[in-house]
């Protein structure tokens, strides 16, 4: 039980491998905008206290490893995130002063899994991703030990 957290009355580990991507699947995650995204979304889970434990932006999605408290659902946690940092998006990059309507930066869905047990895999992956995305480098066993 050493990774697990404590709540008034709760003993948990809630970790999730989250993908988010960009509206339309744009390519514009590059240089400034990616780090100011990485800096937006690190101060958002900070905010809630949910500890991202890795995180690695492509041009066109993010990956993150997220620990969220139990009080907090995944969907609620990724409506927040998506939600709180397109708002900051808009007024920090791309110098939107008013009318948040109807605009969106992300899209609608995402993808999300438990990490479970093989969390070093997960975090590999995630570090790895530019390298896996180009083929440089083979794809990670992610099935971990046969069970006779």
Known sequence: MKDWQSLAHTKWECKYHIVIVPKYRMKI???????????????????????????????DHIHMCISVPPKYSIA???????????IR????ILRVTK???N???WTRGYCVSTVGLNE????????NQEDIDTGRQGLLNLDGPEIN
């Open 29 to 59: 995650l590059y240089g400034k905008v990616k780090k100011r995204i990485g800096q937006i979304l690190r101060e958002l889970c900070r905010y809630k206290d949910i500890e991202l434990l890795e995180g690695h932006a492509m041009p």
């Open 103 to 105: 605009k969106n930066f």
């Open 99 to 101: 009318g948040f309507t």
């Open 120 to 127: 070093e895999q997960i975090r590999e992956y995630i570090k």
């Open 76 to 86: 609620m946690t990724i409506g927040y995130l998506k939600g709180k940092s397109a």
């Open 89 to 92: 998006i808009h007024r920090e």
